[in-house]
């Protein structure tokens, strides 16, 4: 198997994307996931379908709304503008952001889940040991959410290995900083240079079977523990 210095950029590119787009994903997530597993505020179900939009909505549209958004005339664009920048379009900067909203889903609802396990009893028996709101966040929620956190780590991480639609049209096909590994197979293709495609297609394929195998080994370790 052997990878040209291109094919290896993009991949370091891909890798790169995902491990800033997974932390800061984390970030965001984890106080918004609590906030939806313990209110009953009426919006809850409408910001739950905002953050799920990315699920059912094709790539290229929520890659069309973002273009016009983070564009030069759009207002997140104007925002850079103003602040002294560029916009964030056919940057790696855009990359992060459009991905930000593709992987929302696959980071949140793992949290989610993993809280609104917990439940009330563990945060009432430790506040009636006088634990404070952090004791109680660093002692009992996140030690029992930690299952959750590893599959919101690894499937915002897998998920954002694979995008194609929302890169290309927020990012383009600029070598070193756009062109992921998902755009260089998609170029290979279209160059019918298959051997090409079939390396970098191959490495995705293991890496991606190799992270939701470790999802699959999480989840069943921590039923085991649950019961």
């Given at each position: 198997?052997?990878?040209?210095?291109?094919?290896?950029?993009?991949?370091?590119?891909t890798f790169r994307l995902a491990v800033w787009v997974t932390?800061?994903?984390l970030l965001l997530c984890t106080p918004l996931a609590w906030w939806l597993s313990r209110t009953?505020?009426?919006i809850r179900s409408v910001?739950?379908?905002l953050s799920s939009m990315p699920l059912v909505l094709p790539?290229?549209?929520l890659g069309f709304y973002l273009?016009?958004?983070m564009g030069p005339h759009g207002p997140l664009g104007k925002l850079f503008i103003v602040l002294g920048g560029e916009p964030p379009t056919f940057r790696f900067t855009g990359l992060v952001i459009g991905s930000l909203f593709y992987s929302f889903p696959f980071v949140l609802l793992p949290l989610q889940n993993a809280f609104s396990a917990i439940g009330s009893l563990p945060l009432e028996a430790a506040a009636t040991l006088r634990a404070g709101p952090l004791d109680r966040l660093f002692s009992v929620v996140l030690p029992l959410a930690r299952p959750g956190f590893l599959t919101a780590s690894v499937m915002g991480f897998a998920h954002t290995l694979g995008e194609f639609g929302v890169v290309l049209m927020i990012g383009g096909n600029i070598q070193g900083q756009t062109r992921v590994a998902s755009i260089a197979i998609f170029d290979h293709v279209e160059c019918?240079?298959?051997?090409?495609?079939?390396?970098?297609?191959?490495?995705?394929?293991?890496i991606s079977f190799c992270l939701l195998l470790m999802v699959n080994r999480i989840n069943q370790t921590a039923n085991r523990e649950m019961t």
């Open positions: 198997m052997h990878l040209s210095p291109e094919d290896l950029e993009a991949l370091v590119l932390v800061l994903l009953q505020c009426r910001i739950e379908a790539p290229t549209v273009l016009l958004l019918l240079d298959y051997n090409r495609a079939h390396t970098l297609a191959g490495i995705l394929v293991s």
